[in-house]
């Protein structure tokens, strides 16, 4: 079915997943982006679209039984889509000292992905419903503080003595230091639905994590919030997403998240450039006054009251980010 590994299935025959190779430069995602649908032989009948949450919730069981086997209901509730981004870390302490840093901005990332607004046939009120799904899971949501990487292998070799779990990819945090790839892995953030955004979304995360370090280098660093503080920010943007206003806890007031974003763009314009990331970075601007994903499927099912609205319309959308990718890559190779 598959001609390689860069589409594979996951705890579900219904849903796939995919990753990009390493890249050094985000402008070099654009031409390593496959597209999905080369990937799968036509001769099967079926349909590929990208969302946050499966609006019919049809679980069809293929692997990963093991998983089913810990978590049980858990597991077969797990009909939601994220996109994880990785960061590379130069060393362990510098890959816990980001990880409190970051923390304070995963409410801003996941409000501008927000792409999960149906669940189970209806529409939840939220703008990432699979946020509220996946808190369910042990060992997720907004880490602690760590104070140091001992202190992080000290906690991890706690959990595995005690049978909680067996390694370090069971911690499911939104950010955390990955097991095996030395990089610091975003995991909050709704999957793109389009190419572009996610696109955008990869290139403001490298940036605000390159920002960080930046004045982390120069014994400068970024005010760090209380765990609880940043929930409350994180359930505000999967409620309202980028409508509604998240908390400025430095100032002490609710600011409207297109403000906030603003002022992000604001904060890391100084290192884009370098990266190589200004033009991809930009699309943010295209997502505040378009709308994400959630407020796109939202408008087609008011304008239908059909959820199979939805999903043609997130099939479309789906082939329309990934021809432009294709076409996009054509050019730069030639």
């Known amino acids: 079915m598959l001609k390689d590994k860069i589409i594979a299935f996951g705890v579900f025959r219904n849903a796939a997943a995919t990753g990009s190779q390493v890249i050094g430069k985000i402008d070099g995602f654009i031409t390593k982006l496959h597209s999905y649908d080369s990937h799968v032989q036509p001769e099967y ?83 990432s419903f699979r946020t509220t799904v996946f808190r369910r899971f042990p060992r997720t949501g907004v880490p602690e503080q760590f104070e140091s990487w001992s202190a992080y292998e000290n906690f991890l070799s706690l959990l595995v003595k005690l049978n909680c779990i067996d390694s370090g990819k069971k911690i499911w945090w939104d ?16 999957v793109a639905t389009k190419v572009e955004e996610a696109v955008a979304i990869a290139a403001l995360t490298q940036a605000i994590v390159v920002k960080l370090h930046r004045l982390y280098t120069s014994n400068m660093s970024y005010r760090i919030y209380r765990r609880a503080l940043i929930e409350e920010n994180k359930w505000r943007a999967a409620r309202y997403g980028i409508e509604g206003k998240l908390i400025d806890f430095g100032k ?19 290192v884009v450039d370098e990266l ?14 378009e709308g994400t994903s959630a407020e796109r499927q939202l408008r087609v099912y008011q304008q239908t009251g059909d ?28």
Request: glycine share 6%; hydrophobic share 45%.
């Open 252 to 270: 002490e007031c609710e600011v409207p998240m297109r403000d906030l974003a603003v002022e992000l763009l604001a904060f890391v314009d100084d």
């Open 45 to 127: 009948a079926f349909q590929l679209f990208i969302v946050g949450s499966l609006q019919f919730g049809i679980a069809d069981f293929f692997k990963a039984q093991h998983i089913v086997e810990e978590l049980q209901q858990l597991a077969r509730s797990l009909l939601i889509f994220g996109m994880h981004v990785h960061v590379a870390m130069p060393d362990k302490q510098t890959t816990i000292d980001m990880m409190n840093m970051v923390r304070y901005f995963l409410p801003h990332l996941l409000a501008l992905s927000t792409s999960s607004p149906f669940w189970m046939g209806r529409n939840t009120g939220l703008k």
């Open 307 to 334: 959820l199979r609205a939805v999903v043609k319309h997130l099939v479309e959308e789906t082939r329309g980010g990934v021809t432009a990718a294709r076409t996009s890559s054509a050019h730069a190779i030639n």
């Open 175 to 190: 950010v955390r230091p990955h097991p095996t790839f030395g990089t610091l892995e975003f995991r909050m953030c709704d």
């Open 276 to 289: 190589g990331s200004r033009s991809a970075v930009e699309y943010v601007h295209t997502i505040l006054n």
